[in-house]
C-alpha cells in the first residue's frame, strides 16, 4: 500500500535524496533478502470518533485514545493511543503510530509462525520516536522508553529490549531500531510492547512498523554425513551410552589433530536410520570448511553465526569437558586470517549430551567470502573442549536499510516523496 507522505522541508527531501543514493549501494547490492515473518503498520487502529478528541501537543498532529488493535489485546488506561503521523488534514487513508502511555501495553494474540526455531537467529524492526499526547507534563523524557519482549506460549520472556527514544522535541520522529534473538525452540512466540520505567506519568515513546524476520540463510550444516571404517564406531560414550566414534570424515570439511573427527550418535540407543552425529572436539582437533560460503562477507554486512554445543566426552572419565574448557569457532578469509571468532563454554560434563544454542554476529569486511574453523579453545588440554551441531551461516537482517531502500524506489517510481508501508 503506498500513500501521500507531505514532506516537512524541501532540505529534508534533499537528505532523503542523498541517503537514497547511499540506500543503494549497500541494499541493492547486498545479499538475499531475510524472510519477513511478521509486520504490522498499525493502521488498522479504530476508536469511536469522539475519541479523535483533538491534536497532539507542539505538533498538531492528530490524535486518538482508548481504540482497538485487531489481533492485539492491551491493558492500562485509555489504552490503545495513537497518532497519525500524516499532518492534517488528514488523508482517506492515515497513518497510525502507537503511542505507549505510562502503563498501556499491547500484546500480539496468536503466535507468529516459524519463529521459534532452535538456534536460528531473527530479528524484530520497529520504528520509534518520543510522544505526548495533548498536555505537556506527559511528553516523554530522556530516561523514558518502550519495552519490547519476545514471548514463548506459556509467557515467559525469550528476549527482550528496552530502547530509550530521547526527549520530546515538538514532533514525531521515528528512528529505525531493531534487535535479534535466537530461537530455543519451545514454539512460536508473540510480540508485547509497553513501556520500560512503568507508571511514570509520560509517554514511554510511540512506535510504527514493526516487524519480524528470519535470516536468509547462507550455509547450514549438520554433519550427518560423516563417515568412519566400521572398526572406528568403537563403543558408547561414558556415561550417556550413546555410541560414537573417532577417526572418521565430513564431506566438504578439512581435518586435524588426533583422532579426528570424533562423533557422537544422539539419535537413539541402540543406533538405527538416520543417524544424527555431533562433532566432539578433542584437545588438538579442528575442522575447517573446505570452500567459501558466498555472500558471507559483504562490506558492512552484519551475519549471524548459529549453532547448538554441549559438553563431550569419549569413554574414558578423564577426556571429559571441564567448565573451563570450549569451542573455537573462527571466521576465516581466504588468506585464512580471521575476520572474526568466538569462544564457547558448554560448561563441564553432566553425564550427557545436552545441545544448547549459541550464536555471534560479525561485519563483512569486504575482502571476499570466508570459511569457518571449528577447534578447542584449550588447545593441548587433554579434554574434549564440546560437542556441536547444526552450525549455520545467515544474513542478518537490516531492517532500516530495506525501508529506505523501498521508500526511495517509490520516490523514483512515482515523482513524489510517498511513504512505503506494508498493507
Known sequence: MIKLLIAPSIAWSRRLVA????????????????????SENFNAFTAPPPNFNGLQFESGLAVAHTGD????????????????????????????????????????????????????????????SPAVYQAPDQQTSATDGLLVEVLRGDDSVLASTTYLPGAWAGTIDLSPVSFTYVGDGSGDVRLRV????????????????????????LFAANFDDFTAPTANFNG?????ALPVAHTGDLAAWGKSGGGTVHVVNHAEVPPGPPADFSPMIWTDNVITLDAAIEGSNVGGQAYSVDFAASAAVYQGSSQQTSETDGLLIEVLRGDDSVLASHIHLPGAWTGTVDLVPGSFQYVGDGSGDV???????????????????????SVVPEPSSVALVGMCLTLIGVGHLRRRRRA
Not at 509497553?194 to 540463510?217: K, Q
Not at 570459511?371 to 551461516?393: C, E, M, Q, W
Request: net charge negative; proline share 9%; hydrophobic share 40%.
Open 69 to 128: 488493535l485487531p489481533g492485539w489485546s492491551k491493558s492500562g488506561g485509555g489504552a490503545v493511543h495513537a497518532v497519525n503521523v500524516v499532518p492534517p488534514p488528514p488523508p482517506p487513508i492515515p497513518d497510525f503510530a502507537v503511542m505507549i502511555w505510562q502503563d498501556n501495553v499491547i500484546t500480539l494474540g496468536a503466535p507468529v509462525e516459524e519463529s521459534n526455531a532452535s538456534g536460528e537467529s531473527y530479528t524484530v524492526a520497529f520504528g520509534a
Open 19 to 38: 541517503l537514497c543514493g547511499i540506500a543503494g549501494v549497500i541494499g541493492l547490492a547486498g545479499p538475499a533478502s531475510a524472510t519477513e515473518l511478521f
Open 236 to 240: 558408547v560414550q561414558f556415561e550417556s
Open 371 to 393: 570459511r569457518l574453523r571449528i577447534g578447542p579453545s584449550a588447545f593441548g588440554s587433554g579434554r574434549f573442549g564440546g560437542t556441536i551441531d547444526n552450525v549455520r551461516l
Open 194 to 217: 509497553g513501556p520500560s520505567a512503568f507508571n511514570s506519568g509520560r509517554f514511554g515513546g510511540a512506535i510504527d512498523d514493526l516487524s519480524l524476520t528470519g535470516a536468509a540463510e
